[in-house]
């Protein structure tokens, strides 16, 4: 009788940020090189799901379990075998998370990310044969941009924050290799990279004690298929005068920069234990737009933080009003359990939280109009993203919109313009969060 071939159907859920969806890219690329392994989209139909999770915030760990217990149902009711969990609540719990919630078969710790060809195909108690593949990694983004995770783990230790605990100190990855990944990437057609860590200004810091984000980017610049460097997560007091002048005079480093802030306050930075103060964060907007009239500052804040008086929201409010930043993120303070504030005195209420959550939205808002339809009339050149056939018009993005976080371009255009093509749009109008352009009179490129 033939022996029936080894050969399953592997399915992944992936929650949290980006760092975590390159994480994920990394272990679909090395299974894909297993004829043994095919990918599908239904979890239905799967024998292994990946579920790759979050931990950052409690609400995170909520989903990602609820995701689990659900994957685990699936055991009695399809052809699902094996369940496999990665990502920051492994890392958090380690085996523990196996003995909560029996029906994981494994847990993949960071460190046995590399491994996980031998750990699927360890669980069937197969045999096989490395295959190890100078391939680009495999996207789960549109073909035309990526995330390129230049480090790990966190050294700030911000008091409210637990990725210290569950991703360790800040660790580089190699420079040659990230030159590497994204020349690859750019080969098989990425135009866009888009630089990613907990800290990203702190790259190079745990090799020699210097940060060395500069020179990476100058060493990214010289990848010729690559057009657009776009720059998120920077700690503020690590924006140098050096990264400011790359910024301004790379022709590929785009006039983007993401800084998450969190507060303005004083007395609410300094109990968060945030290096800078309200001085030093309105030094380095001026700075940034004295040297760059045409740059996008994009930003977080925290509201509800352990003793956030009135006073300290309203000085948040009337910062935001003044200073008009381009993209603002906002978030309610979540207690996390082992953090410095987790035990602090004065904790927010949940009610409180929530209206001041309203209103700061509400007030940037307000701001992203005004910011927005001073836009129109101005031509950008714009990263064409999709085409929706239903309502007849393409979605893109142009330097100032970093993807799902920022304000898309919805663009018409008489001539059938390429998914991944940029083409230059002008801007119409604002209305309801999108931008509307028209490409007539431009040509694509």
Not at 120 to 149: S, V
Not at 166 to 174: A, E
Not at 258 to 278: A, C, G, W, Y
Not at 356 to 385: P, W, Y
């Amino acid at each position: 009788m033939t022996k029936e071939k080894f050969h399953k159907k592997i399915g992944f859920i992936s929650l949290g940020c980006d760092k975590n969806r390159v994480d994920l890219e990394k272990m679909i690329t090395i299974l894909s090189a297993y004829e043994e392994f095919e990918f599908v989209g239904d979890k239905n139909i799967a024998d292994v799901i990946i579920v790759n999770t979050c931990a950052f915030l409690i609400s995170a760990r909520d989903e990602a379990q609820k995701i689990i217990l659900e994957m685990a149902k699936l055991k009695q009711s399809s052809n699902l075998q094996k369940l496999v969990v990665t990502g920051c609540l492994g890392f958090l719990e380690g085996e523990k998370l196996r003995e909560r919630m029996s029906d994981i078969d494994a847990v993949v710790l960071e460190k046995d990310y590399n491994k996980i060809d031998d750990i699927i195909f360890g669980l069937y108690g197969q045999e096989f044969f490395r295959i190890n593949e100078d391939i680009a990694r495999k996207l789960t983004t549109p073909h035309h941009f990526a995330y390129l995770k230049i480090a790990d783990g966190c050294n700030n230790r911000c008091a409210y924050c637990k990725i210290p605990f569950i991703r360790g100190n800040y660790k580089s990855l190699p420079m040659n290799e990230l030159v590497q990944e994204a020349s690859l990437l750019c080969e098989k057609g990425v135009k866009e990279i888009i630089l990613v860590a907990q800290d990203v200004t702190r790259y190079g810091c745990d090799k020699n004690g210097k940060e060395n984000l500069v020179k990476l980017l100058k060493e990214l610049e010289k990848i010729k298929k690559l057009s657009w460097i776009r720059l998120l997560y920077c700690y503020p007091d690590s924006v140098s005068d050096e990264l400011i002048k790359e910024i301004k005079d790379s022709a590929k480093v785009i006039n983007y920069i993401d800084i998450p802030f969190q507060h303005v306050s004083d007395n609410v930075l300094k109990n968060m234990r945030r290096r800078e103060t309200k001085k030093d964060i309105i030094t380095l907007i001026t700075k940034l737009r004295n040297e760059m009239d045409d740059i996008k500052i994009r930003s977080t804040f925290m509201v509800g933080f352990p003793g956030e008086t009135e006073k300290d929201f309203k000085e948040l409010c009337e910062f935001l009003k003044e200073y008009k930043l381009d993209n603002v993120g906002f978030f309610k303070y979540s207690r996390e359990e082992g953090t410095a504030s987790f035990d602090m005195k004065n904790q927010i209420s949940e009610k409180i939280k929530d209206k001041r959550l309203k209103i700061v939205q509400s007030v940037q808002e307000k701001i992203a109009i005004e910011n927005n339809l001073s836009l129109v009339g101005q031509t950008f050149k714009v990263l064409c993203d999709s085409y929706d056939s239903k309502h007849n018009f393409y979605v893109g993005r142009s330097y100032f919109c970093a993807p799902d976080i920022d304000f898309e371009i919805l663009f018409t255009s008489k001539r059938e313009i390429t998914i991944g093509s940029f083409v230059d749009v002008e801007i119409v109008d604002y209305d309801k969060g999108y931008f509307i352009g028209k490409t007539e009179k431009f040509a694509t490129y």
